[in-house]
């Protein structure tokens, strides 16, 4: 899609009844409107509650007869933004905090900082910039819904990492057996069962071995000669320590991170199950459960990267500098020139495309060609993924960019109906590896 839709949102300054700035905070917001029709300007202070907010936006709705009103805040999403977005007659125009902070010190070398002055700085920025800036476009609800269930998924899943570092760490300290005994994964049903019934070694060789060994093979560890060596190992070892001062904490840690496990174990099939249920029910299920690779983990994810809003992403060097893909390049003169990866930019977005990246080797003759060839030059395979390719002399780009290229067009072809796919398993064109180039200051949409 072409950029009507932004154009028509974002033209002319007398489209918009009011133009405000807030700066937002966690118990109050600083405001600043200035009324298009006389260009007043007034200050306020609103409080950050349901009922406040919903007084101020009626208010605006009446004073201003229900015309568009823009908005400039310092917020992609969070609690005060899905707030706005209940009243139709608001644009909001989300920006980057270190837009404000830099345009505030180009004015302001003594670095002072007030709310009120970062809500007339936001204000500026509409006044005089809005041209540059982006409007929020957000996606249909069930896109919206089953990007925070995705996101909330992984959330999960790195606090299980977390747990699960915490508990090795507690086992070192007096019960090392453990580790190998109860299995590779310790967040598995196998592990965390096993240090519930037996937290230490003194109680495991307390048990008796047919207990042991009817517990593995109940939780399908059923190779009889791997039990048998394990029970024969069981009876050899020697604790760590015997210093109850040390054991007895140790303990109590160790049955209170097994049960968070299992507590986690239960959410994440509850959202596993959500989110199966949901994306089978998207729109656009079916194409992202045709690409090579996706599965039913990234192809949700592919899909809430995307998103339902196709006039967001104009070209596929929007979507891989906004995933962070797409190296920045700066240079001053004729000596100074460097290259790295975006700083800001959404991490979940920017980690399901390396995933994809990766997965898709195992589909893609292409990228299992490129792999081999990096890891072949030593490199291990994370770094292969996010490897370089020069291009026209200076430009470079990782493997993630080429297949977030690739997705791009594959998607647009599907989309268009066409007969020429162009996906990553059967393409043998090559593409341009573009740097960033300045864009604007706009927080991308969420």
Known sequence: MNQTKLNRIASGQGDFAALIGLDWASQKHALCLCDCATAKRENSILEHTPEAIAHWAR???????????????????GPLIYALLEYSFFVLYPVNPATVARYRRAFKTSRAKDDPADAQVCLELL????EKLTPWLGNDGATRELSRLLEARRSL???????????????????????????????????????????????????????????????????????????????????LCRDRALIEPALIQVKMLVRQLLQLRTALKEYDSSIEHLFAQHQDATIWQSFPGAGPTLAPRLCCAFGSERSRYQSVL???????????????????????RRWARPHFVHQSFFEYASQSALHCPWAKLFLKEQIARGKTHPTAVRARWPSNGNASCSCAGVTASLTTKLLTSKLSNTEAHISPANSTRSYSKPHETPTNNSYPNP
């Open 59 to 77: 208010g605006l709705e009446q004073r201003f007869g229900g015309k568009k009103i823009a908005l400039c805040l310092e917020q992609a999403k």
């Open 127 to 130: 006044l005089h910039h809005r």
């Open 157 to 239: 899943i790195d606090l299980r990492t977390l747990l699960t570092n915490m508990l090795r760490d507690a086992l070192k300290s007096y019960y090392p057996q453990a580790l190998e005994l109860a299995g590779q994964d310790l967040f598995a049903p196998l592990g965390c069962q096993f240090l519930l019934k037996w937290p230490s070694l003194e109680q495991l060789q307390k048990a008796r071995t047919e207990s042991v060994r009817k517990f593995y093979y109940a939780h399908n560890c059923r190779r009889m000669d791997v039990i048998e060596k394990r029970l024969q190992a069981i009876a050899q070892m020697k604790p």
């Open 318 to 340: 929007a979507i891989q500098q906004y995933s962070g893909i797409a190296p920045v390049q700066e240079k001053s003169g004729k000596n100074q020139h460097w290259v790295h």
